[in-house]
């Protein structure tokens, strides 16, 4: 059987990470370590696919930019539509992976895997956790189950849907959960495996959006807390933002002073959406004074990814309406 070609693209990170000492699992430096290195420490990938390599980044996520972030948009289209390639593994930090990922899953037009894995230890540390988990992403990306299974974060042998996928604690290697749906799946000693899939999908323009998008509008969070007065709502409208999240308490709780100037900033021509701070769970209707003032609800997408499918909603200029649609299906 012909084997399937895999692209890899490197974007830096931890799994490309080089530390002074192989006890060190941090204060390394981040995207040291280049495609051909990463390749060549697993040589095993060779068995599984033909493997190509490209290097786009070589950063910290945690420095990860919209325009890297649309230049990888373009490059999955293009490699998936026009060189043949039949699945993508992109290795990144995972700081902001998820955020990627869902980018990704947003405006990547295939029904070909896009699966991006890294690890929470550097390439130079003791137990390194990259090499396995990149020899893992690209039996993903080679997998026929992997057909028609959206953009996927593969890490500690499991396997995760972008949006629902978020990293949940700081250093364990089983960082990468999904707390309202579960995992996809499972890499159980190299085999692949799936037990459910994902019902979110691309946006139906995304081919011309990502070609088209070199910038997106500027979307800030802001984060709730007791005693919030509202004075960095008030900044963030100062600034010109043509977007805000607001990661409230709960269920999108508001306090009354933030509310009061959120409202203004909705009549000022601002899109507001609230978002929660809470691990899981939706953020459903909830005020009668937040519909009354519209302001927006997040749906079951955390702060950070309801900031990207904001950006990408006033990028196509949609209206309230509109935009709570989006919401509502991606």
Do not use: W
């Amino acid at each position: 059987m012909k084997k399937k070609k895999i692209y890899v693209l490197a974007t830096g990170g931890t799994i490309a990470g080089r530390a002074d000492s192989d006890t060190a699992t941090t204060g390394y430096q981040a995207g040291a370590i280049g495609i051909d290195a990463l390749l060549a420490a697993v040589p095993e990938i060779h068995n599984i696919a033909e493997i190509a390599g490209a290097q786009l980044a070589s950063i910290d996520s945690k420095d990860m930019t919209e325009s890297i972030q649309l230049q990888l948009v373009k490059r999955c289209n293009e490699l998936l539509a026009f060189e043949q390639a039949d699945g993508i593994v992109i290795t990144h930090g995972t700081d902001t992976m998820e955020e990627t990922a869902y980018l990704l899953s947003l405006l990547t037009c295939t029904d070909k895997p896009i699966v991006l894995t890294g690890s929470m230890r550097p390439a130079t540390a003791l137990s390194a956790d990259g090499p396995l988990n990149l020899l893992d992403a690209v039996r993903v990306a080679a997998s026929d189950k992997a057909h028609d299974m959206g953009v996927m974060v593969v890490l500690n042998n499991q396997i995760d849907g972008a949006h629902d996928v978020t990293k949940s604690h700081t250093m364990a290697v089983h960082t990468f959960q999904s707390p309202n749906c579960g995992s996809l799946g499972c890499v159980n000693d190299g085999v692949v495996k799936f037990h459910c899939q994902p019902l979110y999908t691309h946006l139906p323009n995304s081919l011309s959006l990502s070609e088209n998008l070199t910038v997106l509008p500027p979307v800030v969070v802001l984060y709730g807390y007791a005693g919030d007065d509202g004075k960095l709502a008030v900044a963030a409208v100062d600034a010109g933002v043509k977007g805000i999240i607001y990661a409230g308490m709960g269920n999108g709780s508001i306090p009354a002073p933030v509310e009061h100037e959120l409202a203004r900033a909705v009549q000022a021509g601002i899109i507001v959406v609230r978002s929660s701070r809470s691990y899981a769970g939706c953020v459903t209707e909830a005020e009668v004074s937040y519909t009354q003032a519209g302001i927006l609800r997040s749906g079951s997408l955390n702060p950070a990814k309801a900031r990207i499918l904001l950006q990408l909603a006033l990028a196509e200029k949609k209206d309230a309406a509109g935009i709570q649609a989006m919401f509502d299906r991606y």
